[in-house]
Structure formats: structure tokens, C-alpha cells
């Protein structure tokens, strides 16, 4: 766990982050309490998280396999979990499913 985030109702938030440096977790802040290391990219990708979390809920809900496989991709470079990675499978999926590829052949 780099950052742990809460969920409650429809707000969801960033608790706390464990420093990559010396290990120490706190609640967020742009610099470490311990050894002062600068944590304010770790908090930008844990909103960019949130927001991609967002944004594939609503691309699930719409069907929109297109946008969710995207989003599930930029999910799994910031923070790759085993659920994501099944989450990714199933899309991808439903994808080919829905939308079978196609096989030109010369004659």
C-alpha cells in the first residue's frame, strides 16, 4: 500500500500514504514527517487514481468496454492490483464478445 483511500457515500478520499523512501505511513501531506522526502507526485497520482476509479465505474455502468479497457490500463500503471487485473481480463473480454475481430484473407 502506497495510499489508502476511503470510500464513503459518493465521496471518496485519500487517508493516508506510506512514504516510498523510509517506509513510515502518515496521513497525507506533501512532505514526510519522518525524513522529509517530497510526497506531493505520490499524492497527484493517488487524485489521478480517484478519478480513473470514477471515470471506469461510469464507463462499466454505460457498457462502454472501449473506455473501461483505457481506463483500466491507466489504473494498472499507477497502482496494479490482482482485482484490476481480473477486472482488465473481463473487459477485455466483453469486448471481444461484443465486437469480434475481424480476419481479412487475400485471395
Known amino acids: 500500500m502506497i495510499f489508502n483511500v476511503s470510500h464513503a457515500g459518493n465521496e ?3 487517508t493516508e500514504c506510506r ?3 523510509c517506509r513510515n505511513v502518515q496521513p497525507w501531506s506533501d512532505e514526510c514527517r519522518r525524513c522529509g522526502t517530497d510526497l506531493s507526485l505520490l499524492r497527484r497520482l493517488a487524485e489521478e487514481s ?3 476509479q470514477r471515470v471506469l465505474l461510469a464507463a462499466m455502468t454505460a457498457r462502454d468496454d ?3 479497457e483505457l481506463t483500466l490500463r ?5 497502482a496494479p492490483t490482482p482485482l484490476l487485473d481480473q477486472l482488465l481480463r473481463f473487459v ?3 469486448k471481444e464478445r461484443h465486437h469480434p475481430p475481424t ?3 487475400e485471395a
Do not use: F, G, N, S
Not at 74 to 78: A, F, G, K, V
Open 12 to 14: 471518496t478520499t485519500v
Open 19 to 21: 512514504c516510498p523512501t
Open 50 to 52: 480517484v478519478r480513473l
Open 66 to 68: 472501449a473506455l473501461a
Open 74 to 78: 491507466r489504473l494498472m500503471q499507477i
Open 92 to 94: 477485455t473480454h466483453e
Open 103 to 105: 480476419y481479412y484473407h
